[in-house]
Antibody, heavy 121, light 106 residues
């Protein structure tokens, strides 16, 4: 079955770290690019990070320097390492696959159900 | 960054109603994508390139618009349409989403 399954969320204190995983099944991580997006309580969707098929990574300003996106082809997993966590990082985190259609490669056609990250003291 | 502003932020509709959600961009963009997110489920792509229905999406969903103003229409709301809906622009980096519209069924 083609799906994405996120894991690794939990409760962490400010300044702490978490590593989120996005397990990919039904297709391979290689040759695709992925985003991590998040939804804070009562807020809309916000993209967090992108990893392109060639390995280039981009980060949203609020997480730049603290979060790192990576992938493991052998395990078919996309990761989000989150360091120096802040209260405002509390959110559901989703991974999504990007689909390229007619030259537009930011159409996210497959999403996971998300994993909850709570930053609290 | 291009700001995407959706309206209304929430609405309530009866089964069979026609519902329209608006997304306004802070400057001209070519297209928007629309996503549906039911609580506890994975977000789902509904429409891309403003008006192209994703495979498997019911035909009661449609999209239109150009420039800065775009709409998502549900021609006859069904109980399973209870969800939040998000627009997304891909015209300019960084990609941005609207803040969402929550649709409740009466």
């Amino acid at each position: 079955e083609v799906q994405l399954v996120e894991s690794g969320g939990g409760l962490v204190q400010p300044g702490g770290s978490l590593r989120l995983s996005c397990a990919v099944s039904g297709f391979t991580v290689s040759g695709n690019f992925f985003i991590w997006a998040r939804q804070a309580p009562g807020e809309g969707l916000e993209w967090v990070s992108i990893i392109y098929a060639g390995g280039t990574t981009i980060y949203a300003n609020p997480v730049k320097g603290r979060f790192t996106i990576s992938r493991d082809f052998s395990k078919n997993i996309v990761y989000l390492q989150m360091n120096s966590l802040r209260f405002e990082d509390t959110a559901f985190y989703f991974c999504a696959r990007a689909s390229c259609r007619n030259g537009n490669c930011y159409i996210f056609d497959l999403w996971g159900r998300g994993t909850l990250v709570s930053v609290s003291s | 960054d291009i700001q995407m502003t959706q309206s209304p932020s929430s609405l309530s509709a009866s089964v069979g109603d026609r519902v329209t959600i608006t997304c306004r961009a802070s400057r001209n963009i070519r297209n928007v994508n629309w996503y549906q997110h039911r609580p506890g489920e994975a977000p789902k792509l509904l429409i891309f390139f403003t008006s192209t229905l994703e495979a498997g999406v019911p035909s009661r969903f449609s999209g239109s618009g150009s420039g800065t103003d775009f709409t998502l229409t549900i021609s006859s709301v069904q109980p399973e349409d209870c969800a939040s809906y998000y627009c997304q622009q891909t015209f300019s980096d960084p990609i941005t989403f609207g803040q969402g519209t929550r649709l409740q069924i009466k």
